[in-house]
């Protein structure tokens, strides 16, 4: 027998196994659920264990415990890996909207349903069973590893960064695998190689000190909802490109492989407008739609407030008018750098007649790009197109994931996302699903993975 068999025999143990993890209902967001998220790191402790994991540990933070564990045998030439993944979920509220209730693990065809059955139980428990098939069928793993999973991701993992840094030993490694992720569909792999980064902002522009009358006034002094309008409109061109200086200087440009890489990854223009409802397109001239929205840095308006909002007319000239700003940033822009940017760009713009302030408001994240020949990353992408018949797509996400930065922060390592599960899965919503023909392939990869890197 071999690892692969051992696998097949033991499946229907291993879903056993997986609907028994998520009947523990591991919210991290409830105060009340906090026993439970408890639970849920002590069931995976016993699980390491089962499966011949050494060192297992449930560790204390200042909020929600993590689980460490780790098999260190395979000697000083064999590279560490480290292996991440989160054991609380996100609430299941509103309970209604479930077919059936989320923390009782329900199979319909091949699916299991459950709160966390994707996000990520079922996602984090494939490392650890093709660790144990390895271990049983061997008697040792090819490469050194270490897990480290969380109970608070859902809630942004705020207690995670002072934890790594405290607890360094433990996690040491030559390269960090996510089992928190996705693949691009059930047929295709991906390789998500870029997050962007976030910086938050607000632009106040004050004129006199409360709203007057526009007839008794107007014309005689400046009206802020005019300024701030002047104001934003001096930041981007209408053709989408943004004019504050500096903004794009630190942007790591893409490379002609960077966008052959994308423009393989399918894309239709017409359905995204159709998704979207907009009339057409716009982004940064010179770069497709999909570089836009994977590759380049925005500035958006989030929310925009001054003035008389209600009904009808009022004839007020407004004493304030204020901006939510978001930017979205790309390697190696630097959010504190950004807001500096805009900061600066406002104070020359600003209009006649009108004072102008910018604060930071909460909500930064710095972007995230894997480097051109990462070792993991290339390793990965070769045992993904040997257990899918099919090279993985290179792909970037919009958002951020904030604990790859911390990761790469604390550790100084950028992990590769080697997870299996999948965008229409219901994350975070009714109906959370996880797919068991994917359960069983990731076993299969993470397997393969083990082995391909202890060679
Ligand atoms: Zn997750």
Redesign the pocket.
Known sequence: MGWADYLDTHQSRFVEELCEFIRIPSVSAKPENAGDVRDAGQWVVDRLVSAGMENVQLMDTAGHPVVCADWLRAGPDAPTILIYG?FDVQPAEPFELWTSPPFEPTIRGDRIYGRGAT??KG?MLIPILAAEALLAETGKLPVNVRFFFEGQ??IGSPDLPPFIEANLDRLQADMIFSA??SQWDTETPQLVLGLKGLTSLEITVQGAKSDLHSGLHGGGVANPAMALAQLLASMKSPDGRITIDGFYDDVVDLTDEDREAIAKVPWDEAAYLAQTGAPSTLGEPGFTTRENLWARPTLEVNGLTSGWQGQGTKTVLPAVASAKITCRLVANQNPEAVFDLIAAHVDAHCPPGVTAEVARNPGRADPFLVPAGHNATAVAGQVLEEVYGKAPYKTRVGGSIPVMSTLLDELGLHAVMFAFGHEDEN?HAPDEFFRLPTFRRGQTAYARLMERLGE
């Open positions: 989160h996000d990520d996602a991701e859902e928190d992720g994350q």
